[in-house]
């Protein structure tokens, strides 16, 4: 029997207090939620995620943050409460942006990807926890031990090499995401080639400037070798508008401008974005990432994330010869353990024969500025 929207919100509520967060009867729970209107989170949800809550012993505060275009970490009279509190979610861009920096407390904290409730209640939210933790450290450990890392799309992406460094981690962040929706982020010493971008560059979620999006009118090629763009090829007009963005950016923060740090993709088969991206970029870009057909590069700053996102539709990510991404569909089964996991989460399985396929393309089907 199908399930009603307030079952399957109070599902992927509980995967998030309980699988993700660990939180028990009793526990003090800390919701911080963005107070700025601009239809980024859903700003029911922190009260609908507390009800969830109270129904099995949860003790919740509610406060409200505005969202600081450039980051900065917590508020002392936040961190006092964060401190207070067994576990902090964050219904806020505070907690994407201070995802890299240094934990303010020993407490657990949580981020929320799943911005409104249609996303918590969908597979996005409600799929185990501990399946997708599973699956990202199945793909760390592949991507680790492959040999040899081959990455196209239709768009024209081409760029290989390997992993260069210690074994992956299982999280790359400071604070829990919620749902795992990608795997760690592969530096990009050990690669080159080139990055095929349509419609769009646009920001990271870390630092929001403005413009923070650079529209392009056809493909524009991102040249780099290591850790370095080394070009740009496309129309005159693309080149021109790309170099002056970058430019721009790096300036504003003083930042190696055309570094590239890493890249990694969307593993969630439940993810979807339905509206177009250019309607909110910042919405998307802390929304999408997490589908399979997404793949993205972290450039201009020696950081993670940096500061300027170049993004990859329906990548093709060969692992030693082995398509594990086909044409933007991942198959787990490809890699070591993941049949085995497929059969172990019932959920999981489900939602890779049935894969979320909207990732806010516009009508004509590729990534669009408007």
């Known amino acids: ?10 599902k992927g509520a509980r995967n998030l207090l309980i699988n993700c967060a660990g939180c028990a009867t009793g526990d003090k729970l800390l919701i911080v939620c963005e107070t700025d209107t601009v239809g980024y989170y859903d700003p029911s949800m922190g009260h609908a995620i507390q009800a969830v809550g109270a129904q099995f012993g949860l003790i919740t505060e ?10 900065c970490d917590p508020d002392p009279s936040l961190v006092a409460k964060m401190a207070a509190a067994d576990c902090t979610l964050f219904l806020a861009r505070l907690g994407d942006q ?3 920096r240094s934990k303010s407390t020993d407490t657990v904290q949580v981020v929320s990807y799943a911005l409104d409730g249609q996303m918590l209640a969908s ?9 997708m933790e599973a699956l990202r450290d199945l793909i760390n450990g592949a991507i680790c031990g492959a040999d040899e890392v ?4 239709p768009a024209g992406t081409d760029f290989r090499g390997s992993y260069q460094g210690a074994p992956l981690a299982g999280s790359d962040t400071t604070l829990k995401r919620f749902p795992v929706s990608v795997y760690a982020p592969i530096p990009a010493d050990g690669f080159r080639g080139r990055i095929a971008q349509n419609g769009f560059l646009t920001g990271t979620g870390s630092q929001y400037y403005t413009p923070w999006s650079c529209g392009l009118e056809e493909t524009l090629f991102v040249n780099f070798e290591r850790n370095r763009i080394t070009g740009f090829t496309g129309s005159q007009k693309d080149v021109s508008a790309a170099t002056a963005h970058y430019e721009f950016v790096g300036r504003k923060y003083g930042l190696d401008t055309y570094y590239v740090h890493s890249w990694h993709g969307g593993i969630h088969p439940g993810c979807a974005f339905d509206d177009p991206a250019g309607t909110h970029f910042e919405r998307w870009s802390g929304g999408a990432f ?5 793949m993205h590069f972290h450039t201009c700053g020696a950081y993670p994330p940096g500061e300027i996102s170049l993004n990859i539709l329906d990548a093709t990510v060969r692992l030693d010869g082995v398509a594990v991404w086909e044409g933007g569909r991942l198959r787990p089964e490809r890699i070591r353990g993941g049949r085995a996991l497929r059969e172990r989460f019932a959920d999981l399985c489900a939602s890779f024969k049935d894969p979320a396929t909207s990732v806010g ?3 004509c089907g590729q990534l669009r500025f408007a």
């Open 123 to 131: 597979p996005f939210g409600t799929i185990e926890h501990q399946a």
């Open 62 to 71: 509610i406060v409200g943050v505005p969202l600081n275009r450039d980051v």
């Open 290 to 294: 997490g589908n399979p057909r997404l």
């Open 361 to 363: 393309q516009a009508a």
């Open 1 to 10: 029997m199908q399930q009603s929207y307030h079952e399957r919100f109070a």
């Open 98 to 100: 201070i995802r890299f």
């Open 150 to 153: 081959h990455v196209t799309c």
